[in-house]
């Protein structure tokens, strides 16, 4: 086989609720990921080493030295398999650059299942989600797609069932948020507030709403506990968010830890149309209609 492409969907966290600070300098969370219809496409090319290139327009936004967790993940791939392989990564990024949505940790699931397949490895799916968790605490809900909970890191996934289709908007922001300065931030205003941080626990009533496909109840238990974080280092991501529920948005959140905005839709109509106020109206300079849970890293 001389070249392969996965196709690999974008996430939003429906729930994202942060523990205290672990002392390996990550925290405890119960993250539900939901995979939704933005997709990056990663190409693998025979080659005699790893190399990657970015196209699209988030392209020069991206690194292509040893800082791009694509090439990670081709090289701890080839690491686990003993051999010294190469491949040429060619990505089509659509997914928001440090938005957070995930976009690099799908590149690097993306990298995983184009060369375990180039490299006709035929490592089984519970080994590709070991080497991910090893490079991300994402990367594993990128290889799963679909609806999961994420505790640990967020890398300890269980599926969940959902009951239908959620229809969204996704406005991302010029320039992006580092994600660990936006958990270092949540730290600074934790600490600030001297409040006890509770141990994370899941919604129940989220969940009945993704078990009934309820958009009414989803979009009013969505929940972010990097939020207020992401608003402080990006105020003007507050107005963003207000457009939308100005526009009927069901739940309007920031996107894990942002500064993509997330607007919750009734139906893929309403998400075309609350798109088209977000921009006609300035409130976000472009905005994406999306709809989930799609499958995650897929060979095409
Ligand atoms: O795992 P990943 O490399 O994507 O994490 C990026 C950064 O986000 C970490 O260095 C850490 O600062 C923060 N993080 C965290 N707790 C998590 C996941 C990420 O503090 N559960």
């Not at 997330?262 to 088209?276: G, K, N, P, S």
Request: charged letters at 15%; aromatic letters at 4%.
């Amino acid at each position: 086989m001389s070249s392969v492409t996965v196709r690999v969907p974008a996430k939003v966290n429906v729930q994202l609720s942060v523990g205290p600070l672990r002392e390996d300098g990550y925290h405890d969370l119960v993250n539900v990921f939901h995979a939704v219809s933005i997709f990056d496409e990663v190409v693998a090319k025979e080659s005699d080493s790893i190399t990657v290139q970015i196209n699209g327009k988030w392209a020069d936004q991206v690194p292509t030295d040893d800082n791009n967790l694509a090439i990670q993940a081709a090289r701890a791939l080839a690491k686990h398999a003993g051999r010294s392989y190469g491949a040429d990564l060619v990505i089509q990024k659509d997914i928001p650059v440090a938005g957070g949505m995930a976009g690099g940790s799908a590149d690097a699931a993306g990298a995983l299942v184009a060369c375990n397949e180039l490299w006709g490895l035929g490592l089984p799916p519970e080994d590709l989600m070991e080497i991910a968790g090893d490079l991300g605490s994402d990367v594993p809900f990128s290889l799963l797609g679909g609806t999961a909970v994420g505790t640990g890191r967020g890398e300890q996934l269980s599926e969940l069932p959902t009951g239908g289709t959620f229809h969204w908007v996704f406005a991302p922001a010029n320039g992006g948020l580092s994600t660990a300065s936006v958990y270092g931030e949540c730290d600074r205003l934790r600490e600030v507030s001297g409040a006890q941080v509770p141990w994370p626990q899941l919604n129940d009533s989220l969940m009945e709403a993704l078990g009934t496909g309820d958009a009414y109840a989803l979009g009013s238990n969505l929940s972010n506990d990097l939020q207020t974080a992401a608003l402080t280092l990006r105020p003007s991501l507050a107005s963003t968010l207000d457009a939308g529920r100005q526009h009927g948005a069901l739940g309007a959140i920031v996107s894990g830890s942002g500064p993509t905005c997330a607007f919750l839709a009734i139906d893929a109509t309403h998400a075309r149309d609350l798109a088209q106020s977000l921009t006609a109206t300035g409130a976000a300079h472009t905005a994406v209609a999306a709809h989930g849970p799609v499958h995650g890293a897929t060979l095409i």
